[in-house]
């Protein structure tokens, strides 16, 4: 059983394009994150969520957006993508009180050409 | 918030004790410490955290002088399988407070046959 699975693992998609990425969890947590890992490898936190608030990094362009159906999926869409969007992206999920602990997904591959 | 500083890469042999510090002078008085191990193409993994003192479990063992400015992740007789990147991190341990969810750029530890 996956604890927090994302899909697709790869997305390769063109420019202007809108897509989204899914997360799921079945761990019971309350909180999801979404991260992105660069090129360069820098692991940067992008939004957390819970049930009371969302915290957006202030350097996420506003074309990415959380939407969560329930507590335990919360999906990252991003409209019109650009090159620079192309990293691999990561969810993850805590709960409130041990956010230190999160649980990663396998992460989503995308390419932006 | 409370930033980290650790070496950018580390060699050892297998067998070996790895040792790896991270520097965090401006702890807060809420603040836990945390590391996490990143295996390539996989989302990182909690490995440690800890307040003060020692912290042992059957991963690794996690050493906090009294003054919580540093911290140093202990890997007993490390294997190939612990190539990896290892990141250190401190927040107050609440989910969804970006307090606790900064990524530094990590240690690449090589172990060698």
């Known amino acids: 059983d996956t604890a927090v699975s994302q899909t697709p693992k790869y997305l390769v998609t063109q420019m202007g394009n809108d897509k989204s990425i899914k997360c799921e969890q079945n761990l019971g947590h309350d909180t999801m994150y979404w991260y992105k890992q660069d090129s360069k490898k820098f692991l940067k936190i992008m939004f957390s969520?819970?049930?009371?608030?969302?915290?957006i990094n202030e350097t996420v362009p506003n074309r990415f957006s959380p939407k969560s159906p329930d507590k335990a999926h919360l999906n990252l869409h991003i409209n019109s993508l650009e090159l620079g969007d192309s990293a691999v992206y990561f969810c993850a999920s805590s709960h409130y009180r041990t956010g230190n602990e999160q649980f990663f997904g396998p992460g989503t591959r995308l390419t932006v050409l | 918030l409370a930033k980290t500083t650790q070496p950018i890469s580390m060699d050892s042999y297998e067998g070996q004790e790895v040792n790896i510090t991270c520097s965090h002078n401006?702890?807060?008085?809420?603040?836990?410490i945390t590391w996490y191990q990143q295996f390539p193409s996989q989302g990182p993994r909690f490995i440690i955290q800890g307040y003060k003192t020692k912290v042992t479990n059957e991963v690794a063992s996690l050493f906090i002088p009294a003054d919580r400015k540093s911290s140093t992740l202990s890997l007993p007789r490390v294997s190939l399988s612990d190539t990896a990147v290892y990141y250190c991190?401190?927040?107050?341990?609440?989910?969804?407070?970006?307090?606790?969810?900064?990524f530094g750029k990590g240690t690449k530890l090589s172990v060698k046959p």
């Open positions: 991190l401190v927040g107050d341990g609440y989910g969804g407070s970006q307090g606790n969810l900064i």
């Open positions: 401006n702890i807060a008085t809420n603040d836990y």
């Open positions: 969520y819970n049930n009371k608030e969302l915290i």
